[in-house]
């Protein structure tokens, strides 16, 4: 199993970017997968999840309506599209995949929002 994020950064306040998370060596339309956060000293949030068929998103309260979680299941990626960034949004990026019942981490993309 192998789950590689890419596409963080530094980024200015009320910028944008875009994560991605490439998945392989398991069946990725069967499993739901979400997006979370951590920021130094503090606990691993959630921030955006999507069901297996990209049906149904969730988010967090602060990320709604700023965050979009998507996913390609033809390209086995999932898609994070982050705009108004605040440098509260500062974290490491965590892909996950819920294949139930395992669940598999990515490394992580480091996000700063900084001018």
């Known amino acids: 199993v192998q789950l590689v994020e890419s596409g963080g950064g530094l980024v200015q306040p009320g910028g944008s970017l875009r994560l991605s998370c490439a998945a392989s060596?398991?069946?990725?339309?069967?499993?739901?997968m979400s997006w979370y956060r951590q920021a130094p000293g503090k606990v691993r949030e959630l921030v955006a999840a999507?069901?297996?068929?990209?049906?149904?998103?969730n988010y967090g309260d602060s990320m709604k309506g700023r965050f979009t979680i998507s996913r390609d299941n033809a390209k086995n990626t999932v898609y994070l599209q982050m705009a108004s960034l605040k440098p509260e949004d500062t974290a490491v990026y965590y892909c996950?995949?819920?294949?139930?019942?395992?669940?598999?981490w990515g490394q992580g993309t480091q996000v700063t929002v900084s001018s």
């Open positions: 060596r398991f069946t990725f339309s069967s499993c739901a």
């Open positions: 999507i069901t297996s068929a990209g049906g149904s998103t």
């Open positions: 996950k995949a819920r294949c139930w019942p395992n669940e598999y």
